[in-house]
């Protein structure tokens, strides 16, 4: 029971973080239709960006004033910094290429994810080895009843229950939300309608970045390290849980990305000499999804269109 | 009766068929140049040839107007120059067993390329875990001799097939799923195939498999130098002509299938599914040959590669392999078969040639893909515009320029 | 636009060529160029420039020295830890008629993948940095020798403190990589011959960040240690959820691939007390120190584990030549037969052409630091381990 419920914890929090990712890569194929595969990369830009601001915030001494104060601060800055970095994405690369058939635009997304890790192994110093990340969470374990929590597990959880329903809230609530959902039905109709479209696309790429570098940084945080090719397998496994839940569908890509860390942690936990087929088990899931129910669990039947 | 003018153009059918093969060897010459010899001099006054060509060609019409005939009626010519020139540039370097070390790469990769291309540029599709294709290829190969005790040719046969047959399997989410699911797809092909092979113990784990035979000719092993005339020649260089007689048959079948209905139909797939689909074309059977093609390919060039270098381990068969063949094709030219081996050669000498700035091999890789993409997706050479002389296909739904992008 | 471009291109001609035919030296002595060949880029870069720059430094002291009787040049080549790279730059090394012995290689699928090139081109190979068995035991060439130690020989040495601890029920968590299992297996072998138990082995893979499922089935089988055999990332990851999975009276023990600081700053607080059956210490012989003082002098890059190996590569071709000569075939035969002295040790071989010596250590973290167990704390008692209540 006991081992039951630390697994519980710990699927919960892997699920967190690929919901995270998912969220992001699901509301790229809404909008404009893109599976875009640097965005695991930009997970990473998160995290590799925090460090030197961390850095220097240490060096200033402002930590040691109001560290409860400023963590969150650094945390939020960072967070806008990798919202940026996506409009920057969208701006240069994706735009540019709208035109073009999407299959260059796949490509290209996943040649521009191969130099961010690149660039980042190349111009951050000894940057292809793990680098060691500051401990932003709290530390410390929580025992109810022979049950241990640890605090920075319980605040990964918390805090992306906090983003999730805030996006739910935004999506469903503002008029934004109202543009994102009317251009992912249909943009052509919706900027006969006035809405305008470059802005929501924009918007739609900070907030999956901006939700994209919070996974990078909740994950070093939690593990302690970051590393530049950390993020091919978050892009991976985010992308894997957006298509298990229907891409395109925001509730799905919760279901997808609570599901996939569900079957990763206990098949490794339960299947005999699991932990080194980890991998294997949830892309083999990913691709019996795609071929006996390609448009996931919440997704639409997908039709072609002519 | 204007005998000037037909003395005129028959003098010009002369020329044009000289002056390709020439520009060939010019072309080759500076390739030559920058490739073998270790010094700035040679490197520079070969990418001043180089340049020169390139100049000339796009500067002077004529110039361009008589390769472009040459090119076109008298192919023959051009292809006997190239085989020639491929035939003796080895002998040339066989005191350099590392030149022809980085050719007999060149070589597999070119095969690599071809089959990738069939995919990607000629149907579509993208695949970006090609290099388990040719992970399976070359663990099948190098089990089957070393596990077995099957002969080379036995070996490299399997491979070919349990490669087409893994593409096949493969393809199959492709009739149901867009672009992006198939990419998802090949990814994750490609890395449960480099776990498996890790993990796997008849695979040899991490480690891999060593001691691979070398292949053997009526029981004669390409390991055995050749003495010929008192000299002495690399076995590197066995190798070679043995790789070359696979490249030129992989060009041939590539080049017959592009020219076959095959490469139409698959172009018809890439340019409208539905539309293909209604002009009668069994789009899901042409897909699944697409993937069992090019994995075909990769199974070959697998083979060849293990049974080569003697040892293979799943660290030659990862994501970086898939992204580095994946480059080849887009630089040279999506659907472009001289342009995807041209693609090929650059980027695996390359590397050899920058040893130096080996740290930026992957990041250069990535740019090149992405810069090509967004700049000149057509690649190098530009795919050609299809045409047929007895049209059998009125319709030229193949190929549109637009489908560059 | 033809005319510029053609104008810097023959300006950089002109350049390049003034460079290039700077002043001819007067010839004195032969010239003989030797090889190295490394990972000096991608993952294991940091490792194949300290043993790079070690390298060079012997090189270079014995050149400083004067009665050297040739120039030497270093001909250097990377591996990127890539198979099919090291196989390339082992051609280019091996082949070449000028280059008269080579030391090479870290990762060891590129030492299995470049040994039969060295012995097709009769070239002597000392490894510096492999583990792997076979690339020495599994042939019969005379070409290969190494100078590190192998894994076998510093699980043996685990195993002997595991014993010293009374810790004799171990779960082994090991990476799938070669190396990983590699030291699952010895280290295997080397408790069980001891009377100990291994309870259960369970694989993880490079690049695994939760390792919750692992360690609640280590919670269930409730061993008195954990091997880990893998390298520091990992480790550190291992190391940390296992003390918040409440694991925090068990030995945890690695293998020298965790002999890095980064440890220590990864796992903060929690790395106290682990174990790590490490590779030689520089600091304990006066040639070591000597070493140590030179290197530091000269280079920022640290050397890592596999510097004073690398040095002593040098130092081995380097005797050899001056005493038979630039001439391949001698050079094998000559480095075969023979002793040498190093910062290691007095080098030997054994009949496959493996050193025997090499100064294996304990070391246990103090502080998120390794130190050598006889020195620290926790041997003369100051600090107790959480097991010995």
């Known amino acids: 029971m006991n081992t039951f419920f630390q697994l519980f914890i710990s699927a919960l929090l892997v699920s967190s973080l690929y919901t995270l990712v998912a969220v992001g890569f699901t509301m790229y194929v809404g909008v404009i239709n893109l599976a875009n595969f640097s965005h695991g990369d930009t997970c990473v830009m998160g995290t590799f960006l925090l460090m030197p601001i961390f850095l220097f915030a240490t060096k200033m001494g402002w930590l040691s004033a109001g560290a409860g104060l400023l963590i969150p601060v650094i945390i939020i800055l960072v967070m806008l910094l990798t919202g940026l970095w996506g409009a920057g994405i969208y701006k240069i690369l994706v735009k540019p290429l709208l035109v073009a058939p999407r299959l260059i635009l796949l490509l290209a997304s996943v040649a521009a994810g191969q130099v961010i890790r690149e660039a980042i192994r190349v111009i951050y110093p000894n940057g292809s080895n793990p680098q060691v990340f500051p401990k932003l969470l709290p530390s410390g374990i929580l025992e109810i009843s022979g049950l241990r929590f640890g605090y920075d597990s319980l605040t990964i959880i918390f805090l992306s229950v906090i983003c999730i329903i805030s996006l739910n809230f935004i999506i469903k609530r503002t008029k934004m939300g109202l543009a994102m959902r009317a251009v992912s039905q249909n943009s052509d109709v919706s900027q006969m309608m006035g809405i305008n479209i470059e802005k929501t696309i924009i918007t739609v790429f900070i907030i999956g970045s901006a939700l994209a570098g919070l996974a990078g940084i909740l994950n070093g945080a939690f593990y302690g390290i970051t590393k530049f090719n950390l993020g091919s397998n978050l892009g991976i496994k985010g992308f894997s849980a957006a ?40 892309f083999l899931a990913v691709i019996a999804f795609l071929i006996f129910r390609p448009s996931g669990i919440l997704g639409e039947k997908i039709f072609e269109k002519v | 009766m204007n005998p000037i003018k037909m003395n005129d153009s028959t003098t010009n059918r002369t020329l044009n068929r000289i002056i390709t093969p020439i520009l060939l060897i010019v072309v080759v010459a500076s390739v030559y140049l920058v490739v073998v010899y270790e010094n700035v001099i040679t490197t520079i006054a070969g990418l001043l040839l180089g340049v020169g060509v390139f100049f000339g060609y796009s500067r002077y019409p004529k110039l361009k107007e008589s390769v472009n005939d040459g090119i076109k009626k008298d192919k023959v010519y051009l292809i006997i120059t190239g085989l020639i020139l491929a035939f003796i540039i080895p002998l040339t370097t066989r005191t350099q067993p590392y030149i022809i070390h980085i050719l007999i790469i060149a070589e597999i990769s070119i095969i690599l390329a071809l089959g990738l291309n069939f995919q990607v540029g000629s149907t579509g599709i993208p695949n970006l875990g090609y290099a388990a294709f040719y992970g399976v290829g070359a663990y099948a190969s190098a089990l089957l001799s070393t596990k077995f005790g099957m002969s080379f040719w036995v070996s490299l046969l399997a491979a070919g097939f349990i490669a087409a047959f893994f593409g096949w399997l493969v393809g199959l989410p492709t009739l149901r799923t867009r672009s992006y699911h198939m990419a998802l797809v090949s990814i994750a092909f490609g890395l449960v195939t480099y776990i498996m092979l890790n993990n796997l113990v008849f695979t040899g784990g991490p480690n891999g498999i060593k001691n691979i035979p070398a292949p053997e000719i009526f029981g004669w092993s390409l390991f055995s130098t050749i003495r010929l005339f008192g000299n002495s020649f690399p076995v590197q260089i066995n190798f070679y002509y043995f790789v070359l007689l696979f490249l030129v048959l992989m060009l041939a079948i590539a080049f017959f299938v592009y020219n076959s209905k095959i490469g139409l139909f698959w172009n018809a797939v890439r340019e409208d599914e539905i539309a293909a689909k209604c002009s009668g074309i069994n789009t899901a059977k042409l897909k699944l040959l697409s993937f069992a093609m090019g994995a075909f390919l990769a199974g070959i060039a697998g083979s060849l590669y293990a049974h080569y270098i003697g040892y293979i381990s799943p660290e030659n068969f990862n994501f970086n392999t898939s992204l580095q063949v994946l480059g080849m094709v887009i630089m040279g030219g999506l659907d472009n078969i001289v342009g995807v081996s041209i693609g090929a050669f650059i980027l695996s000498v390359a590397p050899e040639k920058f040893r130096s700035l080996a740290d930026f091999r992957m990041l250069a890789t990535g740019l090149i893909i992405l810069l090509m993409l967004m700049f000149r997706s057509s690649g190098i050479i530009r795919q050609q515009i299809r045409e047929y002389k007895k049209s059998h296909f009125r319709t030229e739904l193949a190929n549109k320029d637009e489908g560059n992008g | 636009m033809v005319k510029k471009i053609l104008l810097v291109l023959i300006t950089i001609l002109i350049v390049a060529s003034l460079v290039g035919c700077g002043p001819a030296k007067p010839a004195e002595k032969q010239t003989v160029k030797i090889g190295f060949i490394g990972p000096l880029s991608g993952g294991n870069a940091a490792v194949g420039i300290g043993a790079k720059n070690s390298f060079q430094l012997k090189v270079d002291e014995v050149l400083a020295a004067g009665d050297y009787p040739y120039n030497i040049e270093v001909v250097y080549e990377d591996d990127a830890s890539d198979p ?64 590190i130690p192998t894994s076998e020989q510093s699980m043996e040495l685990a195993a002997e403190y595991a014993k010293k601890f009374g810790i004799m029920d171990w779960v082994i968590v090991n990476d799938t990589t070669d190396y990983g299992t590699k030291i699952r297996d010895e280290f295997t072998a080397a408790i069980e011959k001891r009377g100990g138990k291994i309870l259960e082995a369970i694989g993880v893979t490079v690049g695994q960040q939760d390792f919750a499922a692992v360690l609640s089935r280590v919670g269930e089988l409730d061993p008195q240690g954990i091997f880990y055999a893998g390298v520091t990332t990992e480790a550190a990851g291992v190391r940390i959820q296992s003390m918040k999975a409440g694991l925090t009276d068990v030995m945890f023990m690695g293998p020298p691939g965790i002999q890095s600081d980064t440890f220590g700053e990864i796992v903060l607080g929690d790395a106290e007390g682990t174990f790590c059956s490490g590779t030689f210490d520089v600091n304990s012989t006066p040639e070591g120190i000597a070493f140590v003082e030179a290197y530091n002098a000269k280079y920022t890059d640290p050397f890592e584990q596999n510097g004073p190996y690398a040095y002593d590569s040098a130092a081995i071709i380097l005797d050899a030549l001056k005493a038979v000569g630039p001439d391949k075939a001698k050079i094998v035969d000559y480095i075969l037969g023979n002793t040498f002295k190093g910062v290691i040790g007095d080098i030997q071989w054994d009949e496959y052409g493996q050193n025997g010596v090499g100064g294996l250590t304990m070391y246990v973290n103090q502080d998120q630091k390794w130190v050598k167990y006889e020195d620290s704390e926790y041997a003369s008692g100051v600090r107790t381990f959480p097991w010995d209540k």
Do not use: C
């Open chain 1, 243 to 282: 298509v298990i839940g229907g891409l395109g569908d925001f509730q799905g890509a919760i279901v997808g990305g609570v599901l996939l860390g569900f079957i990763e942690v206990f098949a490794a936990a339960y299947i005999p000499n699991g932990s080194q087929y980890q991998d294997v088990f949830s």
């Open chain 3, 84 to 147: 099919a790279t090291g196989v390339a730059a082992a051609t280019k090394i091996a082949s070449d008629p000028d280059i008269v012995a080579a030391a090479t290689h870290w990762n060891s699928p590129v030492g299995l993948a470049t040994v039969d090139i060295f012995h097709k081109y009769g070239m002597a190979q000392i490894f510096w940095g492999t583990i792997h068995r076979d690339i020495i035991y599994g042939n019969d060439y005379k070409e290969p020798v190494r100078v």
